[in-house]
């Protein structure tokens, strides 16, 4: 069983203190640079800041998955539909935990101002 370490990141230079399995750190690494990369691009293009900039960059990122994911899936007909389709519930779910969780990281960063 692995233990859990902290990593200390910075997104649109604001300073988090993450959670992650030693395995994982380049792997949280790598997405953090993604993550930061698409921040900077929004922030350029809409003048967008703060809460609002991290959830259009999460929802730009789903959409890019969801895509990338279909876009894989289509070259295979022989696969029935249904497989082929998404638990959009799951996907609600999943986005909804992930602002829920950017929320709460940046409610505590701002007791530090």
Same mark, same amino acid.
Request: some cysteine; proline content about 3%.
């Given at each position: ?12 230079? =604001?300073?988090? =203190?993450?959670?992650? %399995? %030693?395995?994982? =750190? ?9 993550? /930061?990369? =698409? ?11 703060? /809460? @609002? ?13 969801? #895509?990338?994911? +279909?876009? /894989? +899936?289509a %070259? ?6 249904s $497989?082929? $389709? &998404? ?5 609600? @779910?999943?986005? #909804? &935990?992930?602002?829920? @969780? ?10 530090? &101002?």
């Amino acid at each position: 069983m692995s233990t859990h370490s902290t990593v200390d990141i910075s997104l649109q230079g =604001r300073e988090y =203190r993450v959670t992650c %399995p %030693p395995e994982e =750190r380049d792997s949280l690494l790598a997405a953090v640079a993604c993550v /930061e990369t =698409r921040m900077n691009e929004l922030a350029t293009k809409t003048k967008g800041t703060g /809460e @609002r900039l991290a959830v259009m960059t999460a929802l730009n990122l789903a959409h890019d998955l969801l #895509n990338k994911n +279909a876009q /894989e +899936a289509a %070259p295979t007909a022989s696969v029935s539909a249904s $497989e082929n $389709e &998404f638990d959009k519930n799951d996907l609600a @779910r999943r986005i #909804n &935990f992930m602002v829920a @969780r950017l929320d709460a990281v940046m409610a505590q960063q701002d007791k530090l &101002f």
